[in-house]
């Protein structure tokens, strides 16, 4: 009975010091992608100077990134002891949907190059801008420089509406 207890105790020591170190990388990565040289140039350029300043300073600590549906990823860090945060999305093809909370204020800026899909919040950002709790407000910043490439925003948002601080998707009916 030994014989069989060990090796499975063994096993599941070292799959729980696998899953531990891949959510260090997966953080570290999110980390080294938000900070990349190559990014933080492109959204310089784009973003205006205060906006990017903005969400610059809460790039503190990192989440682990999250796969959206369409490709895109979803980043965040928060500034420590702050109720301060930044987001961005980052699509494939481009685009770039980005929100920060700065301290002791009650909104939230959001900015995309996202000529297309630029007249609603993307969902990963409204469920971002949620967890500051229901007294927000988003207000809307515009970029330097739009992508006005032609896109479905099926992926971009869904009409996510927010009843009783959670969201429940409407679905328009075909006309």
Do not use: W
């Not at 300073?57 to 702050?82: C, I, M, Q, V």
């Not at 899909?117 to 967890?131: L, P």
């Not at 988003?138 to 927010?162: A, W």
Request: proline share 3%.
């Amino acid at each position: 009975m030994k014989n069989i207890i060990y090796p499975i105790l063994l096993l599941s020591t070292v799959g729980l010091t696998t899953i531990c170190a891949n959510a260090t990388d997966t953080i570290a990565s999110a980390r080294i992608t938000v900070l990349d040289r190559g990014l933080q140039s492109q959204l310089q350029t784009q973003l205006k100077r205060i906006d990017y300043n903005n969400f610059y300073s809460n790039l503190e600590d990192f989440s682990a990134p999250y796969t959206l549906k369409n490709g895109s990823k979803f980043y965040e860090a928060r500034r420590d002891n702050l109720n301060s945060a930044s987001a961005i999305v980052i699509d494939p093809q481009g685009y770039f949907y980005v929100a920060y909370k700065m301290p002791n204020s009650n909104n939230i800026t959001y900015i995309t190059n996202d000529g297309s899909c630029n007249e609603e919040v993307h969902d990963a950002i409204k469920v971002f801008a949620n967890t500051f709790g229901e007294n927000n407000k988003i207000i809307f910043s515009n970029p330097t420089k739009i992508n006005n490439m032609s896109h479905d925003c099926k992926g971009v948002y869904g009409n996510l509406l927010l009843k009783n601080r959670s969201f429940e998707r409407a679905y328009l009916k075909d006309q």
